[in-house]
């Protein structure tokens, strides 16, 4: 676009100050230079401004063109070319014998209202990619179990060793466009805090109808949702208007990633033609896109080769020496020389043929001058100095200080980082027990610190010796599979990686799954078969004509030049590196799951430890001087006629009789209780009725858990579930299973400006994440069995209390709030945000009621998830550095025991000889000192 304005006659004060000159004759107007808008700019970002000036003498006027750029952060570019006139006098004389040329300004347009206004949309840009990525790790999560299931690592399931496959083979598809959406997002986000220049290309309409649209979908639409909620005197107002502000801004990114695909499918068609040349350019569109998928295909199994090349750019035309030096420094991969040897499938390509990156045929290349340079920058950039290309000779040439700055910052920061990485095991105590890994990182940050310091010299070698040096890396392709083979190897991927899995999800009735895979895997094949940043390294030629930026060619080729960067944008590495990660993890974790269920375990490896406790009659604690907790003894909803002692460390007690072995526990009962006044038993572990329950689940939906409880009997009518916590593998992907949604939308509120205004929502997309998951998941999950036990017990006519510790506190939350029971959990995850995940779902008025949690200092398992009304803070004994110290239920019983008092209960050892707490006070006439006595004990126990 461009506008003129001419100015023939200088203003009225203007004439009025002015002396009266001759009119000198007309002079001919200089043809201004022609500027070309480069296809890396956004669409519509240049604007041309066009007037003359008078110059004041001689009548005379200047031309002055200006070309404005619209910037990021509200800033223009603008490049000013004035013409002063002939240099025989007409201009002014300080003027004369000057030349016209180009002056390049910024100016900022910034308004304060407007970054608000950008960070707000920003701000909701970046929860919806927060809840994308979850989504995806989710995903994820729910595969890994769902293998778990399929291997029979639950206590009553089988092996399913299809299914095992075929859930298997679907990871590759949901990496690939897990990934592919993550980097869509982040590009996403960052389009919008900039004004959505990208999104102003994409869509290839005007300005105006861009600025609309996502007004109507970042402010507009929920803003209405808002004023009615509002009108209509809802209660949950803000809750509805954050939905419909999510939501919206949901689909307005979707419809973001099908312009992005929708676009990239019509470059490929039409590059299709100009690479293909038995390809006619009226060809059908089914027939292009069998060619290019055909080619795309082969061009990904080519073998290849790499040469590295450092050309000086000033030496002598005769002087071969440097490229026959480079051209015998290659590297060939095993495929390459692999296929060389298959020549009934594989053609050798003579001479090999000269490929590009996706950022050579774009021209993308970036400078590292004297003023570019940075040194956070090149420490930070992926592939350091060389990523650019490093000015070593000239006036911008850099300086020795900055490449030995370059060098020395190298160094220390790697230092740094392993120093860091070092310190960090320390702290943690791990020195010994991650020595071989500490040896490892000292090895790899050796060969590091050495490879990229020798490239720093190189360059500072051609900065002191004043060379101008080019330094770069070339492709060339060697094979090329046959198109039988690749039309075959096509179809072998979309079987087992597509259709196969595809039909799993549909068989085991995962409709959603089913759903979200078949999108999924759509969109990836799609943009996998039909890429056309595959077929842009096939020619270097694409984006080198030039065109005035208004014509429809030009707007077309920016529009791709833009899409096409994002098959070379370093963010789909990074996101494919994250969601690889997280594979491997989990896998590690499936591994170790697999090994822990082998049938020649130990009761520890199940969770279950023997001698665990050992308990002191003849002592006591007595309650602090200081202020006690609040709930030392719970009074309402726990006191019974058949059990009247509702002390807290009662129920810290049940927790830990989850985790003895089975028999050791009427023992542990029978210390800590006593005897009744006729020598009867106070409390006994029915582990009769937990079997006789169990028989009853026989084709139920949950009849694979592999939870693991006790039921410790105090009457005929009244009774304790104590439910065991985390213990084994499978018991920590259970955790994952039921709170990591629910910990990971508590990390993006955290790191969030004003994450907490989201809060209200957090449940409900907690609750659509989880609706993913298979049924084969939703069988397996542990509060339904106890729920339904808890329940056969009321039917019986029992009152029933439940507690638990870690995962075990988790269900017993769970448990009770369903059953509508009193709960106490130690150190267990919470249930506010993701109440909607279970069945039936919860309500915080039956979290507020019926459940207490008891939340050590420092322990990181009872922060997950949001809190109900009523927990109980206690302090944690363990160093500062003991990340899982503070997590001991055992140390936990101690606390409140040392702090409430023991109120008759035995000491147990533990709390001085492991966890430090002063000695009990001995009751009676009894002369040996508690540390004796506990040595004593333990030695006739052993």
């Given at each position: 676009?461009?506008?003129?304005?001419?100015?023939?006659?200088?203003?009225?004060?203007?004439?009025?100050?002015?002396?009266?000159?001759?009119a000198?004759?007309?002079?001919?107007?200089?043809?201004?230079?022609?500027?070309?808008?480069?296809?890396?700019?956004?669409?519509?970002?240049s604007?041309?401004?066009?007037?003359?000036?008078?110059?004041g003498?001689?009548?005379?006027?200047?031309?002055?063109?200006?070309r404005?750029?619209?910037?990021p952060?509200?800033?223009?570019?603008?490049?000013?070319?004035?013409?002063?006139?002939?240099?025989?006098?007409?201009?002014?004389?300080?003027?004369?014998?000057?030349?016209?040329?180009?002056?390049?300004?910024?100016?900022?347009?910034?308004?304060?209202?407007?970054?608000?206004?950008?960070?707000?949309?920003?701000?909701?840009?970046?929860?919806?990619?927060?809840?994308?990525?979850?989504?995806?790790?989710?995903?994820?999560?729910?595969?890994?179990?769902?293998?778990?299931?399929n291997?029979?690592l639950?206590?009553?399931?089988?092996?399913?060793?299809?299914?095992?496959?075929?859930?298997?083979?679907?990871?590759?598809?949901?990496?690939y466009?897990?990934?592919?959406?993550?980097?869509?997002?982040?590009?996403?986000?960052?389009?919008?805090?900039?004004?959505?220049?990208?999104?102003?290309t994409?869509?290839?309409?005007?300005?105006?109808?861009?600025?609309?649209?996502?007004?109507?979908?970042?402010?507009?639409?929920?803003?209405?949702?808002?004023?009615v909620?509002?009108?209509?005197?809802?209660?949950?107002?803000?809750?509805l208007s954050?939905?419909?502000?999510?939501?919206s801004?949901?689909?307005?990114?979707?419809?973001?990633?099908?312009?992005?695909?929708?676009?990239?499918?019509?470059?490929?068609?039409?590059?299709?033609?100009?690479?293909?040349?038995?390809?006619?350019?009226?060809?059908?569109?089914?027939?292009?896109?069998?060619?290019?998928i055909?080619?795309?295909?082969?061009?990904?199994?080519?073998?290849t080769?790499?040469?590295?090349?450092?050309?000086?750019?000033?030496?002598?035309?005769?002087?071969d020496?440097?490229?026959?030096?480079?051209?015998?420094?290659?590297?060939?991969?095993?495929?390459?020389?692999?296929?060389?040897?298959?020549?009934?499938?594989?053609?050798?390509?003579?001479?090999?043929?000269?490929?590009?990156?996706?950022?050579?045929?774009?021209?993308?290349?970036?400078?590292?001058?004297?003023?570019?340079?940075?040194?956070?920058a090149?420490?930070?950039?992926?592939?350091?100095?060389?990523?650019?290309?490093?000015?070593?000779?000239?006036?911008?040439?850099?300086?020795?200080?900055?490449?030995?700055?370059?060098?020395?910052?190298?160094?220390?920061?790697?230092?740094?980082?392993?120093?860091?990485f070092?310190?960090?095991?320390?702290?943690f105590?791990?020195?010994?027990?991650?020595l071989?890994?500490?040896?490892?990182?000292?090895?790899?940050?050796?060969?590091?610190?050495?490879?990229?310091?020798?490239?720093?010299?190189?360059?500072?070698?051609d900065?002191?010796?004043?060379?101008?040096?080019?330094?770069?890396?070339?492709?060339?392709?060697?094979?090329?599979?046959?198109?039988?083979?690749?039309?075959?190897?096509?179809?072998?991927?979309?079987?087992?990686?597509?259709?196969?899995?595809?039909?799993?999800?549909?068989?085991?009735?995962?409709?959603?799954?089913?759903?979200?895979?078949?999108?999924?895997?759509?969109?990836?094949?799609?943009?996998?078969?039909?890429?056309?940043?595959?077929?842009?390294?096939?020619?270097?030629?694409?984006?080198?004509?030039?065109?005035?930026?208004?014509?429809?060619?030009?707007?077309?080729?920016?529009?791709?030049?833009?899409i096409?960067?994002?098959?070379?944008?370093?963010?789909?590495?990074?996101?494919?590196?994250?969601?690889?990660?997280?594979?491997?993890?989990?896998?590690?974790?499936?591994?170790?799951?697999?090994?822990?269920?082998?049938?020649?375990?130990?009761?520890?490896?199940?969770?279950?430890?023997?001698?665990?406790?050992?308990?002191?009659?003849?002592?006591?604690?007595?309650?602090?001087?200081?202020?006690?907790?609040?709930?030392?003894?719970?009074?309402?909803?726990?006191?019974?006629?058949?059990?009247?002692d509702?002390?807290?460390?009662?129920?810290?007690?049940?927790?830990?009789?989850?985790?003895?072995?089975?028999?050791?526990?009427?023992?542990?009962?029978?210390?800590?209780?006593?005897?009744?006044?006729?020598?009867e038993?106070?409390?006994t572990?029915?582990?009769?009725?937990?079997?006789?329950?169990?028989?009853?689940l026989?084709?139920y939906?949950?009849?694979?858990?592999?939870?693991?409880?006790?039921?410790?009997?105090?009457?005929?009518?009244?009774?304790?579930?104590?439910?065991?916590?985390?213990?084994?593998?499978?018991?920590?992907?259970?955790?994952?299973?039921?709170?990591?949604?629910?910990?990971?939308?508590?990390?993006?509120?955290?790191?969030?400006?004003?994450?907490?205004?989201?809060?209200?929502?957090?449940?409900?997309?907690?609750?659509?994440v989880?609706?993913?998951?298979?049924?084969?998941i939703?069988?397996?999950?542990?509060?339904?069995?106890?729920?339904?036990?808890?329940?056969?017990?009321?039917r019986?006519g029992?009152?029933?209390?439940?507690?638990?510790?870690?995962?075990?506190?988790?269900?017993?939350?769970?448990?009770?709030?369903?059953?509508?029971?009193?709960t106490?959990?130690?150190?267990?995850?919470?249930?506010?945000?993701?109440?909607?995940?279970?069945d039936?779902?919860?309500?915080?008025?039956?979290?507020?009621?019926?459940?207490?949690?008891?939340?050590?200092?420092r322990d990181?398992?009872?922060?997950?998830?949001?809190?109900?009304?009523?927990?109980?803070?206690?302090?944690?004994?363990?160093?500062?550095?003991?990340?899982?110290?503070?997590?001991?239920?055992?140390?936990?019983?101690?606390?409140?025991?040392?702090?409430?008092?023991?109120?008759?209960?035995?000491?147990?050892?533990?709390?001085?000889l492991?966890?430090?707490y002063?000695?009990?006070?001995?009751?009676?006439?009894?002369?040996?000192?508690?540390?004796?006595?506990?040595?004593?004990?333990?030695n006739?126990?052993?």
């Amino acid at each position: 676009m461009s506008s003129e304005v001419k100015e023939d006659d200088p203003t009225p004060s203007s004439r009025a100050t002015t002396p009266q000159r001759t009119a000198a004759p007309p002079q001919p107007q200089r043809p201004l230079k022609v500027v070309f808008d480069d296809f890396s700019l956004p669409g519509g970002s240049s604007s041309e401004v066009r007037f003359r000036t008078p110059n004041g003498y001689n009548g005379t006027s200047s031309h002055r063109e200006f070309r404005i750029y619209e910037q990021p952060n509200n800033t223009q570019l603008i490049l000013e070319e004035v013409d002063d006139g002939d240099d025989d006098g007409d201009a002014a004389p300080q003027d004369r014998g000057k030349r016209s040329g180009i002056t390049i300004k910024q100016t900022d347009d910034k308004s304060y209202g407007l970054v608000f206004l950008r960070a707000t949309y920003s701000l909701i840009a970046v929860f919806v990619g927060g809840f994308l990525f979850i989504l995806g790790f989710d995903i994820l999560l729910f595969l890994f179990i769902d293998l778990a299931t399929n291997l029979g690592l639950t206590d009553h399931g089988g092996k399913d060793d299809v299914s095992f496959i075929a859930v298997l083979l679907s990871i590759p598809v949901f990496v690939y466009s897990l990934s592919w959406g993550m980097t869509l997002v982040t590009r996403f986000v960052i389009d919008t805090f900039n004004g959505h220049p990208f999104l102003r290309t994409l869509f290839g309409i005007d300005m105006v109808a861009t600025d609309w649209i996502a007004f109507v979908f970042y402010l507009g639409t929920p803003l209405i949702a808002f004023i009615v909620t509002l009108l209509t005197k809802m209660e949950d107002w803000w809750e509805l208007s954050l939905l419909t502000w999510f939501s919206s801004v949901l689909v307005f990114w979707g419809a973001f990633s099908g312009c992005v695909l929708w676009y990239e499918i019509r470059e490929c068609l039409d590059l299709i033609v100009d690479l293909d040349t038995e390809l006619d350019e009226n060809a059908h569109w089914m027939v292009k896109t069998k060619h290019a998928i055909v080619f795309i295909q082969a061009s990904r199994l080519a073998g290849t080769k790499a040469t590295f090349h450092k050309d000086q750019i000033d030496k002598d035309d005769n002087d071969d020496e440097d490229e026959e030096k480079a051209l015998n420094y290659f590297q060939e991969g095993p495929w390459s020389i692999l296929s060389k040897h298959m020549p009934c499938i594989f053609t050798e390509v003579v001479p090999p043929k000269r490929i590009y990156t996706v950022d050579e045929a774009r021209g993308n290349l970036s400078f590292v001058t004297r003023s570019s340079w940075s040194l956070e920058a090149l420490f930070c950039r992926r592939g350091g100095i060389l990523s650019a290309l490093p000015v070593t000779f000239g006036p911008s040439a850099i300086t020795e200080r900055q490449i030995n700055s370059n060098i020395a910052c190298k160094i220390i920061g790697c230092q740094l980082y392993f120093l860091l990485f070092f310190g960090v095991i320390v702290w943690f105590g791990l020195a010994k027990g991650a020595l071989g890994l500490v040896v490892a990182m000292l090895l790899l940050f050796f060969i590091f610190m050495g490879v990229t310091t020798c490239r720093l010299l190189d360059v500072r070698k051609d900065i002191l010796n004043e060379r101008e040096v080019l330094r770069y890396w070339r492709w060339y392709e060697t094979t090329r599979p046959t198109a039988m083979f690749t039309i075959a190897f096509i179809c072998l991927e979309v079987f087992f990686l597509f259709f196969l899995p595809l039909v799993y999800l549909g068989i085991i009735r995962n409709l959603p799954s089913a759903l979200l895979f078949a999108i999924m895997g759509s969109c990836a094949s799609l943009r996998h078969y039909l890429n056309p940043s595959v077929l842009l390294r096939e020619t270097q030629n694409h984006f080198c004509h030039r065109h005035d930026s208004d014509s429809s060619d030009w707007k077309k080729r920016s529009r791709f030049y833009h899409i096409s960067g994002l098959g070379s944008d370093s963010a789909r590495m990074y996101w494919t590196v994250v969601y690889l990660c997280c594979v491997g993890f989990f896998g590690l974790v499936l591994s170790v799951a697999v090994t822990d269920s082998k049938e020649d375990v130990t009761d520890a490896d199940y969770g279950y430890y023997r001698n665990m406790m050992t308990m002191m009659s003849d002592y006591e604690y007595k309650p602090q001087p200081h202020l006690s907790y609040p709930t030392c003894q719970l009074k309402k909803g726990f006191g019974t006629d058949a059990f009247e002692d509702a002390a807290l460390s009662n129920f810290a007690f049940f927790s830990s009789l989850a985790y003895a072995v089975e028999d050791e526990v009427d023992a542990y009962l029978n210390q800590w209780f006593g005897y009744g006044e006729n020598g009867e038993i106070v409390a006994t572990n029915r582990y009769d009725t937990v079997v006789e329950f169990q028989d009853t689940l026989i084709g139920y939906d949950f009849n694979n858990s592999a939870v693991s409880y006790r039921w410790i009997q105090f009457s005929d009518s009244f009774g304790v579930l104590c439910i065991r916590g985390t213990s084994t593998v499978f018991d920590l992907m259970t955790d994952a299973q039921l709170w990591l949604s629910a910990f990971l939308f508590q990390g993006l509120r955290f790191i969030l400006p004003l994450g907490n205004v989201f809060t209200p929502i957090l449940h409900r997309v907690i609750e659509f994440v989880t609706t993913l998951e298979s049924d084969k998941i939703s069988k397996v999950s542990f509060y339904k069995e106890t729920t339904a036990f808890v329940l056969w017990l009321q039917r019986r006519g029992f009152d029933v209390q439940v507690t638990g510790h870690s995962l075990g506190g988790g269900l017993a939350l769970i448990t009770g709030s369903q059953a509508g029971v009193a709960t106490v959990g130690m150190s267990a995850p919470n249930a506010i945000l993701s109440r909607d995940t279970f069945d039936p779902p919860l309500t915080i008025e039956q979290l507020n009621t019926f459940t207490l949690n008891v939340v050590p200092a420092r322990d990181l398992v009872p922060m997950i998830d949001d809190k109900a009304m009523l927990y109980q803070n206690i302090n944690c004994t363990a160093d500062r550095n003991d990340i899982a110290g503070c997590h001991s239920i055992v140390r936990s019983l101690c606390e409140i025991q040392f702090s409430c008092g023991s109120d008759g209960r035995p000491v147990l050892c533990e709390c001085v000889l492991d966890y430090k707490y002063d000695e009990p006070t001995p009751i009676g006439n009894v002369s040996t000192s508690f540390k004796e006595a506990c040595a004593i004990a333990q030695n006739q126990r052993n």
